[in-house]
């Protein structure tokens, strides 16, 4: 690795389903309340997958944020490392984008540019499925020590990142976090567990999923207990 390492801090999910957006507001506040050297990338990757290996490619050291189910009591944070870190990825689907993000990795790999160094700073999700919905108080409250294990790691690579005296403006102010919390429709005015007119009409029934006379395979990987959490 140079002395001078490309890194990038980035933070991935869906901000429309609650805890999912973990990753997506912690990068928030990393542009909110901190000035990084030239050397640092932070990104808010949203749901683009694969669209992202570009930025993967190019750095040496990865950082990523999210909201990852380890089975674990909500709001635990949970730290993995390097070779660890697609297995977690994958452990337990909770939305299209770990898929995603796992192709990123393989295809970084594959391409022959692939981070040196990867962290995982993952948070075991309270609600994901309130549409519109807001991170719980819970998750919320592990942003910024979210942000203090990044920083220390950060700092193994000579990297200090400088506290804003006060918040900056983000480059669409849409997505503050305040302003999406304010701006959220009533119950009354927008339906939360999907498409009313379907949901509720007598034609929608919902039944379990059928079981397939062809042969499955099943794996469940489990890695609980193998790491320490916060």
Request: hydrophobic share 40%.
């Amino acid at each position: 690795m140079t002395a001078t390492p490309r890194i990038l801090l980035l933070g991935i999910g869906n901000l429309l389903w609650a805890d999912e957006g973990f990753g997506v507001r912690v990068v928030e506040h990393l542009r909110k309340y901190y000035q990084f050297p030239e050397q640092v990338t932070v990104l808010d990757g949203g749901t683009q997958g694969v669209y992202l290996v570009d930025y993967v490619q190019n750095a040496d050291v990865l950082v990523m944020f999210d909201a990852v189910d380890y089975g674990l009591p909500p709001a635990t944070l949970k730290i993995v490392e390097d070779a660890d870190v697609p297995n977690f990825l994958g452990a337990k689907k909770m939305s299209l984008h770990q898929t995603g993000f796992q192709e990123v990795l393989a295809m970084a790999q594959m391409l022959g540019d692939y981070p040196e160094r990867l962290l995982l700073i993952g948070v075991q999700p309270e609600e994901l499925e309130d549409y519109g919905g807001s991170l719980r108080p819970s998750v919320k409250a592990r942003i910024q020590p979210a942000i203090e294990v990044a920083l220390a790691y950060l700092a193994e690579f000579g990297v200090v990142a400088d506290r804003a005296d006060a918040p900056k403006d983000l480059t669409d102010p849409i997505l503050d976090i305040q302003r999406y919390e304010q701006e959220r429709p009533s119950p009354e005015q927008a339906y939360r567990l999907g498409d009313e007119r379907i949901v509720l009409s007598n034609a929608f029934e919902v039944r379990p999923p059928q079981a397939s006379e062809q042969p499955s395979l099943q794996v469940d990987v489990d890695y609980r207990g193998k790491y320490g959490c916060v």
